[in-house]
């Protein structure tokens, strides 16, 4: 996913997302445009990364200067410098046959999309989810090296009070594609999603980071933004800590600038 996209949808849906309830959305393809309009896709999933393995390979930032602004407009980034994806392409085109490590990918791609159950999605569509690790995230936790309240001291966990904002494939392969407008958690919502026919605004995400731990996600971009849900006792200067665990013992730490943060 572009830095530029993932700025656009938190900035557009950070200041509502707690309002939002997701109302029933079945996956009609009554409202779609012309299918002539529109490639023919068999997988939700258009490709896999393998999960970062080194904390050089991911960052965090703060998204703008927040030195003058109130703690509920803070938004906070986690992303990969980089990956590889594993992409869609049919193993038998004849331009993979002279590339050994092509050929590898398309069969990797093939051999993930039947362990996930995602060969029969079969519409015509521009939207697939691309660059989903396809290994669990066990957890992501965030801390501050300052006093944030009296419940979270300096170096104390803050998911309780964090909301995350994710792409996912996981929730709508869940229920067959039926439905997008069933999650996994209590508090997903997705604010940006569409009242018609689908959209990758269906597939952001947004959940209590507590919550996103205790589900241990998978099929899921490296992508991930955060928003408070409280503000601090008093003004000070804070930097977080992120790290980010698997399911195969993966440890990744990363820190953003220090910056001030306002009741």
């Known amino acids: 996913m572009k830095l530029f996209t993932i ?22 393809e009554s409202n779609s445009p ?34 003058d602004q109130p703690w509920s407009q803070i938004f906070l980034s986690l992303l990969p410098s980089s990956y590889d994806p594993i992409r869609f392409q049919p193993i038998q085109d004849k331009a993979l046959q002279n590339d050994p490590e092509a050929l590898k990918k398309a069969a990797k791609y093939d051999s993930l999309a039947t362990a996930h159950n995602d060969l029969t999605y079969n519409r015509y569509t521009e939207f697939q989810i691309s660059d989903c690790m396809y290994r669990r995230t066990s957890a992501i ?9 009296a419940e979270h001291p300096a170096g104390t966990c803050l998911d309780d009070i964090l909301l995350i904002r994710f792409t996912s494939a996981e929730d709508y392969l869940a229920t067959g594609y039926s439905s997008r407008s069933t999650y996994l958690g209590k508090t997903t919502t997705a604010p940006l999603a569409s009242t018609d026919y689908p959209s990758m605004n269906d597939f952001w995400l947004c959940e209590n980071l507590a919550e996103f731990n205790k589900i241990q996600r998978k099929l899921i971009q490296f992508a991930f933004t955060f928003t408070l849900t409280k503000g601090p006792e008093q003004t ?14 993966i440890v990744l730490t990363t820190t953003t600038p220090r910056f001030i943060i306002n009741p």
């Open 34 to 67: 012309p299918k002539e309009t529109q490639p023919y896709v068999k997988s939700l999933i258009s490709s896999y990364i393998e999960t970062p393995t080194s904390s050089d390979m991911i960052s965090a930032s703060t998204l703008g200067n927040f030195d």
């Open 236 to 249: 000070g200067k804070h930097q977080f800590t992120f790290t980010y665990m698997n399911e195969d013992g």
């Open 7 to 28: 700025l656009s949808r938190t900035l557009l849906g950070g200041g509502i997302i707690v309002m939002l309830t997701a109302c029933e959305k079945k996956d009609d």
């Open 141 to 149: 936790h965030v801390v501050s090296d300052t006093d944030y309240d």
